[in-house]
């Protein structure tokens, strides 16, 4: 029982007893003999749902009680504020929780006041870079999932993270909650904790393969699920859980299943609810009806894009699909709904397998394979992965047990997915530190922020993580380290002498902006280049070739035709004849384009021949295209993939704006790093496209992708841009360009917004229909007619007052103007 663990501060317990938890269950029975209580660290290897946070709460509420400070760290953002949330109800009892998102380059010094903090293994890194002083207090370290560190590209952030957490904390105690693996001892072992392995469930898990007409299970029991001729297995196993069963019914007294359905891309899980909300529908009350309705409204607002109405139909009939492609209001209205036994199915792909709480009666796996480049093929996915996919079924309180299945289209198949699967234990987690790209990130940064002196402190540091455990080959850690303070030195991010190593200041403030050093590289380069080439690239802009173009408004956003907000038509009162002389590289674009802005008489020809120089004030430079483009290639950012046809599109694309990409375009005959630079070029159009204001919906249809995919570029390319201000200011270069890209994709605007946009509550369409209405700043807003505003605003009163009040007006109030704003005459 919780009351007799004396460690734990008052009035924990009987709060747990108050949830309804009233004994411990066994592993965490065994997390606290094992010391967990008492500052032991302990790696806990158990399956999904089996109550680790509990075990993680109880190290931490204690570690703090004896004067300590606690830090949970989890491995994606959208868990860290369900995991604050979680954590909050402590908050009675006297215990601060704070968590950490946001910018990659402050110290978070407030969260020196709190008890407990909340942060991703990227943030953690970030703020040990950083220098946050609170770091050196931490007494209790929580790493969730830990079983991540075999991923490629995150798992070596937190390898390192808690080795330099470690570091400064001798004595520090470490709860590493862990998916049952293969290895668990390893880990431990490396961390210097005690182990709890166990595969204690709380609710039973049943799994089994469907196949024909029946479910088999692993305790050799069937269950009929026929499946019509031409109909599909899914179909028929998600009505069969909601159709129910007798015996559940008599122990819960809820006979209604839901089913969490798992598929292997975006797509898929679209198709799978868009055919299972027929099956859902069926099933639904007039009252949950009526419910569902609100909630697909809701889905509705939150974004124009088509996504928003797809899921809204669906959850409309009961069902759902989940992705990352949705923004995280949706994803957070589907899950509330789902658990509230609202959305009957969800159709999801793995991402929501790790973390999010979202337990179901039935899990179906109806995908175990994954197009994987690498492989050149559809690849079996892991055991481990598969099992917490699995791993969701069953509802605590409502469920007797939980079913998992896999489908099968032949016997064969189905006695493969058994061996593979159901019998299989997980595969043991294997460190990934020995990359370049990891290496090169992490031997910086422990280099900058003091951790290692020399290489052979560098070496030393290194052998104390799980890859220096689990490797008998010392030299191959010796070798890519070689090779990457050989390329870091190149670079200028640290110098070299004598054995000793020592950070640049570039090299500091790199590691401190969170970059890659390569991204740093390449921004760097970028931006000497375009230093160096100023003269030229400018000319061949202002003189038309670009200029219609460069903010922008090629053919596919012509349809706004605001003004050239970047300046870079100053001077086309000039109606002469594109110029000929001194322009040879821009002539020569307009020509192999055949863009027939280049040679139309009414084109913008900024530069006339008189004075090139003059124009060239008028032109910015670089281009926000070019920024957008050059971050868009560093290896911090994921580029869009170029689709059947994109290769010609970017190619045109890319001659004609040529002039404003920061570098020269590799050779066609350069295959890959042709390819590279297009899908960088896709990628920078896409956030032209969103800095330009066309539509969320437009922008999701011309790219193929989903509202959430916008938002992530969006946030990356600000925090790139952001970096890349700092180190064109260090470089002596002129941030300002890069700071107006930057706002830019901040807001989604033209920068004749920017000053609006910048306002809280107003965003980029209301900031245009606002500049439309003939208020075009915040000064404007403070003395404009409130009637206009609430016709710009379409007659919303309280998002009017709002906004007034943001920009500190004195009488906000909109209760003296008539109607929805029509009316231009107060009621005086
Ligand atoms: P995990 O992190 O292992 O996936 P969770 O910590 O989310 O699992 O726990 C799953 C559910 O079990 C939570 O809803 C939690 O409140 C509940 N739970 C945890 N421990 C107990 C317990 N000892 N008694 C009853 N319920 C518990």
């Known amino acids: 029982h919780p009351e007799e663990v004396p460690e734990l501060p008052e009035g924990v317990a009987s709060h747990l007893r108050e949830e309804g938890i009233e004994a411990l269950y066994p592993p965490q029975a065994d997390a606290v003999e094992a010391g967990v209580t008492r500052g032991e660290s302990l790696v806990a290897s158990v399956p999904t749902a089996s109550g680790k946070t509990l075990i993680a709460e109880l190290a931490m509420l204690s570690s703090v009680a004896r004067g300590g400070k606690a830090l949970y760290i989890v491995p994606l953002r959208a868990l860290a504020s369900e995991k604050k949330a979680e954590f909050e109800r402590w908050e009675d009892y006297g215990f601060d929780i704070g968590v950490s998102t946001g910018n990659y380059d402050s110290d978070g010094e407030w969260l020196a006041s709190r008890d407990i903090v909340v942060a991703t293994s990227e943030k953690v890194d970030s703020l040990v870079r950083n220098g946050a002083g609170w770091i050196d207090d931490l007494t209790c370290v929580v ?16 390898e390192v993270t808690l080795g330099k957490l470690r570091t400064l904390n001798p004595g520090l105690q470490v709860v590493a909650l862990s998916a049952t693996v293969g290895n668990a001892d390893a880990v431990a072992e490396w961390l210097d904790a005690e182990l709890v392995e166990s595969t204690w469930r709380p609710i039973d898990l049943r799994m089994g393969v469907h196949y024909g007409n029946a479910i088999s299970f692993d305790d050799g029991s069937q269950r009929e699920v026929p499946v019509e001729s031409g109909g599909r297995p899914t179909a028929a196993l998600v009505d069969d859980a909601l159709a129910g069963d007798d015996d559940v019914a008599r122990e819960s007294g809820d006979d209604q299943g839901s089913s969490l359905v798992f598929v292997n891309s975006r797509r898929n899980a679209e198709a799978s609810a868009k055919r299972l909300r027929d099956v859902t529908a069926a099933h639904l009350t007039d009252d949950e009806r009526g419910r569902l309705a609100e909630l697909a409204a809701e889905l509705r607002d939150v974004s124009d894009a088509e996504t928003s109405d797809t899921l809204a139909d669906c959850v409309a009939k009961g069902a759902a699909f989940h992705h990352a492609g949705l923004a995280p209001e949706h994803r957070s209205i589907v899950e509330a709904a789902f658990r509230d036994r609202l959305v009957k199915c969800v159709s999801a792909t793995p991402t929501l397998a790790a973390g999010v709480n979202t337990p179901s009666r039935r899990v179906i796996v109806r995908d175990w394979r994954r197009y994987d480049g690498e492989f050149g093929g559809m690849k079996p996915l892991d055991v481990l992965e598969i099992h917490q996919m699995m791993g969701r079924a069953g509802r605590p309180g409502l469920d007797p047990y939980g079913e998992a299945v896999l489908l099968a289209k032949n016997s064969e198949t189905r006695d493969e997915l058994f061996e593979r699967y159901i019998w299989a234990d997980p595969e043991p987690v294997r460190s990934k530190l020995a990359a370049e790209p990891a290496l090169r990130t992490h031997a910086l940064a422990t280099v900058a922020s003091g951790f290692a002196h020399t290489r052979a402190e560098l070496l030393e540091f290194l052998g104390r993580t799980l890859y220096a455990t689990q490797t008998d080959d010392s030299s191959r850690l010796e070798t890519v380290t070689d090779d990457v303070l050989a390329y870091l030195d190149r670079n200028g991010f640290i110098e070299r002498d004598d054995g000793s190593l020592s950070a640049t200041s570039i090299g500091h403030t790199v590691s401190q902006l969170y970059l890659d050093p390569m991204t740093a590289a390449e921004i760097i380069d970028g931006l000497e280049w375009a230093d160096a080439n100023r003269g030229e690239m400018a000319r061949a802009l202002g003189d038309g070739s670009g200029a219609a173009t460069a903010d922008g408004s090629d053919a596919a956003t012509a349809d706004r035709p605001s003004a050239n907000s970047d300046g870079v038509a100053a001077g086309s009162d000039s109606d002469d004849d594109p110029p000929s002389t001194g322009f040879q590289r821009a002539s020569e674009l307009a020509s192999n384009t055949g863009d027939e802005r280049g040679s139309d008489a009414d084109g913008p020809a900024a530069a006339d021949n008189s004075d090139p120089e003059e124009a060239l004030d008028d032109v910015t430079y670089p281009t926000a295209l070019g920024l957008f483009h050059l971050v868009s290639r560093t290896p911090d950012m994921y580029q869009l993939y170029l689709k059947s046809g994109d290769r010609e599109t970017y190619t045109e694309v890319c001659y004609e704006r040529e002039a404003e990409l920061l570098g020269r375009t590799p050779s066609e005959y350069e295959d890959v790093r042709f390819e590279e630079w297009l899908s960088a070029l896709k990628t920078a159009k896409l956030l032209e496209d969103w800095a330009t204001e066309v539509d969320e919906d437009r922008i999701t249809e011309r790219y193929g992708v989903g509202p959430g995919d916008i938002r992530g570029k969006v946030e990356t390319a600000e925090w790139l841009l952001g970096a890349a201000e700092r180190l064109a200011g260090e470089l002596g270069l002129s941030p300002v360009p890069v700071r107006e890209a930057k706002k830019r994709v901040q807001y989604g605007v033209r920068d004749e917004l920017l000053a609006l946009a910048g306002v809280r509550n107003v965003g980029r369409k209301r900031a245009r229909r606002l500049f ?29 007052e709002r906004i007034l009040e943001n920009v500190g007006r004195q009488d906000p109030s909109m209760d003296d103007v008539t109607s929805d704003g029509s009316a231009a005459q107060s009621t005086g």
């Open 143 to 158: 790493a969730d999932e830990v079983h991540l560190v075999d991923d490629a590209e995150r798992g070596p952030t937190l």
């Open 772 to 800: 439309e209405a003939g208020i075009e700043s915040r000064a404007d807003l403070r003395e404009a007619d409130k009637s206009t505003v609430l016709g710009a605003l379409r007659g919303r009163r309280k998002t009017a």
